[in-house]
T-cell receptor, first 114, second 116 residues
Framework: AQKVTQAQTEISVVEKEDVTLDCVYE???????LFWYKQPPSGELVFLIR??????QNEISGRYSWNFQKSTSSFNFTITASQVVDSAVYFC???????????FGQGTRLTINP | DAGVIQSPRHEVTEMGQEVTLRCKPI?????LFWYRQTMMRGLELLIY????????DSGMPEDRFSAKMPNASFSTLKIQPSEPRDSAVYFC??????????????FGPGTRLTVL
């Protein structure tokens, strides 16, 4: 079965702190794809990053970075020097090869306090 | 290029009424998805289409829900009759779907449905 677990339901930090959002996935497939989406208070879902199962390189984009480890089936997301505008619900999602649908985790609500 | 367009953005209706949600995917995208988001169940896929053909409707809750895609630029999700438990945010998303290439899904702004 395909499953995504985001164990952290809510996280609250003070601005400028670093914060890591955890994502653990389950799949029997050797080829699969992982995604992160952001849902700000306005409600839309914004794509952040995608990664395929053969690419374990970590990625950095500004203050955002992603750590993909197949050995632990994790695809964690770190925000460095967090800002109030980072406050949102963040979703991790899994797609396995041959299927177009996404399996979403339950989301982590991140609150950055000034 | 415009993103995924959904209408209406908000819908308030009374139990028993028919509700129709509309979606226009990004031009050129071959896949269209309907999701529902609730506090209890999170984001769940209801149905998706490839080239206007329904591929997987296993997430459709019951016969009260139906979805159509009469052409590449338009899809509807209908609930008849509506019930209070259908209250949720309904998202439409589209995907380029190129063979051999994995793509992200682009989401519309959602329709917030309230059934009284």
């Amino acid at each position: 079965a395909q499953k995504v677990t985001q164990a952290q339901t809510e996280i609250s930090v003070v601005e400028k702190e670093d914060v890591t959002l955890d994502c653990v996935y389950e799949t029997r497939d050797t080829t699969y794809y992982l995604f992160w989406y952001k849902q700000p208070p306005s409600g839309e879902l914004v794509f952040l990053i995608r990664r395929n199962s053969f690419d374990e390189q970590n990625e950095i984009s500004g203050r955002y970075s992603w750590n993909f480890q197949k050995s632990t089936s994790s695809f964690n997301f770190t925000i460095t020097a967090s800002q109030v505008v980072d406050s949102a619900v963040y979703f991790c999602a899994l797609r396995f090869q041959g299927a177009q649908k996404l399996v979403f985790g339950q989301g982590t609500r991140l609150t950055i306090n000034p | 290029d415009a993103g995924v367009i959904q209408s209406p953005r908000h819908e308030v209706t009374e139990m028993g009424q028919e509700v129709t949600l509309r979606c226009k995917p990004i031009s050129g995208h071959d896949y269209l998805f309907w999701y529902r988001q609730t506090m209890m169940r999170g984001l769940e896929l209801l149905i998706y289409f490839n080239n206007n053909v329904p591929i997987d409707d296993s997430g459709m809750p019951e016969d009260r829900f139906s979805a159509k895609m009469p052409n590449a630029s338009f899809s509807t999700l209908k609930i008849q009759p509506s019930e209070p438990r259908d209250s949720a945010v309904y998202f439409c998303a589209s995907d380029l779907g190129l063979a051999g290439v994995f793509n992200e899904q682009f989401f519309g702004p959602g329709t917030r449905l309230t059934v009284l």
